[in-house]
């Protein structure tokens, strides 16, 4: 077992460190150790034992020298492998990436380690972060920590595993269409998607430029906040990062100060901390593709909330349904332009014969990409060229405002935060949708919407299902523009008041 897992939170952890009770060394090599006991999970891509305990010594050093504890002090992290890292390789579970060691650190990477957090390695995902069940690994499929068969949910997979199964006490993620919140539903365990401009993208490996924001897994809400706050923050770097949110600088500490707020509106209101909050419950949320048991779940879920005093208003997503081929034409046709830079001539796999300069490319990619990877490009140059991009591409861009809308009428007129499902079931056998790719496709249909739109938006366990009932359920709360803050706080509201994401797997 890890030694972290003794602490029920970041906070406490900082504070045993403070106080000399455990070192950040200590802490790193337990949880190398576990890292090591779990490897039949295939979470972790890269280990690197050296380079993790010598961030480890840097934060013992710092303490040793009488100095405060930086806020993610020796707290064990991992990233998720499309991040770029100067020690580790970052592969982003292609073949194509395979060697590939970068010369510089993402901005999410430098922050959480400049903030204290020691990395204790690389996570495993989807290839270049496409697919819903972590199948599309190059490096095999992830394990979920609860059902060892069953997938552990996509493209963060590894991440949301390594959480789940206690070897890591928090993990970086990506979301394009639900990469974070869907396996931390699928793994029982907290994760947050914020505003798309947030969190600095310089670094990460680019799937689909105008969707691709970064998150962190957590087991609960607060350590969620531990980490999104100092990860947020406007990076020069990035041509897409929001200097201001809502007239609020683009800072960390601009997400605890929302967090601290609400809190304080909470405690106020007494017996009815929610008092006056407005839930809005989609109706296309809860359609005939939703499992029984995942909409048990969530409905009791719904009303615990009524009973800390929100009021739950009936609402309508009219395009939900729509999301689904909307985003599989924009983020297919942005894969396809981010992608064309792997030619094998700068960096990358390259094919070991070929004729000419042409045939050099094209063997490359076909040998280094896999076949969803493959498919995705297909679709999106289809979708951009020349007689079809007015047919699909534009009229998905007409339709992506069209979400956009409808989620802006929402908040303006009827609800304060919009609550649903993360999923339409559990998780599936591992293999289960092998020869269907757009089963995996369909089960989207929750978490596309959001990202379309560029909304905050997280999932808190909630429950279990399945056949055995062994399996995490996952509660959706999508918040207006840069209200993470206060999404947070409410999750914290209901985690206060449920155990839900205290419960550990076995051998966790
Ligand atoms: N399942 C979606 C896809 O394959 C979303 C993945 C993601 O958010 N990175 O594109």
Same mark, same amino acid.
């Given at each position: 077992?890890?030694?972290?897992?003794?602490?029920?939170?970041i906070a406490?952890?900082r504070?045993?460190?403070?106080?000399?009770k455990?070192?950040a060394?200590e802490?790193?090599?337990?949880a190398?150790?576990?890292?090591?006991a779990?490897?039949?999970?295939?979470?972790?891509?890269?280990?690197?034992?050296?380079?993790?305990?010598?961030?480890a010594d840097?934060v013992?050093?710092?303490?040793?020298?009488? @100095?405060?504890?930086?806020?993610?002090?020796?707290?064990?992290?991992g *990233?998720k492998?499309?991040?770029?890292?100067?020690?580790w390789?970052?592969?982003a579970?292609?073949k194509?990436?395979?060697?590939?060691?970068?010369?510089?650190?993402?901005?999410?990477?430098?922050?959480?380690?400049n903030?204290?957090?020691?990395?204790?390695?690389?996570?495993?995902?989807?290839?270049?972060?496409?697919g819903?069940?972590?199948e599309?690994?190059?490096?095999?499929?992830?394990?979920?920590?609860?059902?060892?068969?069953?997938?552990?949910?996509?493209?963060?997979?590894g991440?949301?595993a390594?959480?789940?199964a206690?070897?890591?006490m928090?993990?970086?993620g990506?979301?394009?269409?639900?990469?974070?919140?869907?396996?931390?539903?699928?793994?029982?365990?907290?994760?947050?998607?914020?505003?798309?401009?947030?969190?600095?993208r310089?670094?990460?490996?680019?799937?689909?430029?105008?969707?691709? @924001?970064a998150?962190p897994?957590?087991? *609960?809400?607060?350590?969620?906040l531990?980490?999104?706050?100092?990860m947020?923050?406007?990076?020069?770097?990035?041509?897409?990062?929001?200097?201001?949110?809502?007239e609020?600088?683009?800072?960390?500490?601009? +997400?605890?100060?929302q967090?601290d707020?609400a809190?304080q509106?909470?405690?106020a209101?007494?017996?009815?901390?929610?008092?006056?909050?407005?839930?809005?419950?989609?109706?296309?949320?809860?359609?005939?593709?939703l499992?029984p048991?995942?909409a048990?779940a969530?409905?009791?879920?719904?009303?615990?909330f009524e009973?800390?005093?929100?009021q739950?208003?009936?609402?309508?997503?009219?395009?939900?349904?729509?999301?689904?081929?909307?985003?599989?034409?924009?983020?297919?046709?942005?894969?396809?332009?981010?992608?064309?830079?792997?030619?094998?001539v700068?960096?990358?796999?390259?094919?070991?014969?070929?004729g000419?300069?042409?045939?050099?490319?094209?063997?490359?990619?076909?040998?280094g990409?896999?076949p969803?990877?493959?498919?995705?490009?297909?679709?999106?140059?289809?979708?951009?060229?020349h007689g079809?991009?007015?047919?699909?591409?534009?009229?998905?861009?007409?339709v992506?405002?069209?979400?956009?809308?409808d989620?802006?009428?929402?908040?303006?007129?009827?609800?304060?935060v919009?609550?649903?499902?993360?999923?339409?079931?559990v998780?599936?056998?591992?293999?289960?949708?092998?020869?269907?790719?757009?089963?995996?496709?369909?089960?989207?249909?929750?978490?596309?919407?959001?990202?379309?739109?560029?909304?905050?938006?997280?999932?808190?366990p909630c429950?279990?299902?399945?056949a055995?009932?062994?399996?995490p +359920?996952?509660?959706?709360?999508?918040g207006?523009?840069?209200s993470e803050?206060?999404?947070?706080?409410?999750?914290?509201?209901? @985690?206060?008041?449920?155990?839900? *994401?205290?419960?550990?797997?076995? *051998?966790a």
């Amino acid at each position: 077992m890890s030694l972290h897992q003794e602490f029920d939170s970041i906070a406490s952890l900082r504070k045993a460190l403070e106080a000399r009770k455990i070192s950040a060394r200590e802490l790193a090599d337990s949880a190398l150790s576990a890292i090591q006991a779990r490897t039949d999970l295939n979470a972790f891509l890269h280990v690197d034992p050296a380079l993790t305990q010598a961030q480890a010594d840097v934060v013992d050093r710092l303490l040793a020298q009488d @100095q405060a504890a930086p806020a993610l002090a020796g707290v064990p992290i991992g *990233h998720k492998d499309v991040f770029v890292t100067q020690g580790w390789r970052t592969t982003a579970s292609s073949k194509m990436l395979g060697q590939y060691v970068s010369p510089f650190d993402a901005t999410v990477v430098s922050r959480l380690q400049n903030a204290g957090a020691v990395c204790l390695g690389k996570l495993n995902c989807d290839e270049f972060a496409m697919g819903s069940g972590n199948e599309n690994s190059a490096f095999g499929p992830v394990r979920n920590p609860w059902d060892t068969n069953a997938v552990p949910g996509g493209s963060s997979g590894g991440s949301a595993a390594a959480v789940a199964a206690g070897l890591i006490m928090a993990a970086t993620g990506t979301d394009t269409g639900g990469s974070v919140r869907q396996p931390a539903a699928l793994c029982g365990v907290s994760g947050i998607k914020p505003t798309y401009g947030t969190v600095s993208r310089y670094g990460m490996i680019a799937y689909g430029s105008s969707l691709d @924001q970064a998150g962190p897994i957590a087991r *609960h809400a607060r350590d969620l906040l531990e980490l999104l706050d100092p990860m947020s923050g406007f990076d020069p770097r990035d041509a897409t990062s929001l200097e201001t949110c809502d007239e609020q600088a683009n800072e960390p500490g601009r +997400i605890r100060a929302q967090f601290d707020a609400a809190v304080q509106v909470q405690q106020a209101a007494g017996s009815q901390p929610l008092k006056g909050l407005r839930i809005g419950v989609p109706a296309e949320f809860f359609g005939a593709g939703l499992a029984p048991d995942v909409a048990a779940a969530v409905e009791t879920a719904l009303r615990q909330f009524e009973a800390l005093g929100a009021q739950r208003v009936e609402i309508s997503l009219p395009r939900t349904e729509l999301s689904i081929p909307t985003y599989y034409v924009i983020a297919p046709a942005e894969a396809s332009s981010n992608l064309s830079r792997y030619d094998g001539v700068r960096y990358g796999h390259r094919a070991a014969e070929y004729g000419d300069i042409q045939q050099m490319t094209s063997r490359s990619r076909t040998e280094g990409f896999g076949p969803e990877v493959l498919r995705r490009i297909m679709v999106g140059t289809y979708v951009l060229s020349h007689g079809y991009y007015d047919a699909y591409y534009l009229q998905a861009q007409r339709v992506r405002r069209l979400i956009v809308n409808d989620f802006q009428q929402a908040f303006s007129q009827h609800c304060d935060v919009i609550m649903g499902p993360v999923t339409p079931s559990v998780a599936k056998q591992i293999g289960e949708n092998r020869d269907d790719p757009v089963a995996d496709w369909l089960s989207d249909i929750y978490t596309l919407g959001v990202s379309l739109a560029g909304l905050p938006a997280m999932s808190i366990p909630c429950g279990f299902g399945g056949a055995r009932g062994n399996l995490p +359920i996952g509660l959706q709360l999508i918040g207006n523009y840069f209200s993470e803050g206060s999404l947070l706080a409410l999750a914290d509201q209901f @985690q206060q008041h449920t155990d839900w *994401h205290q419960r550990k797997p076995e *051998h966790a």
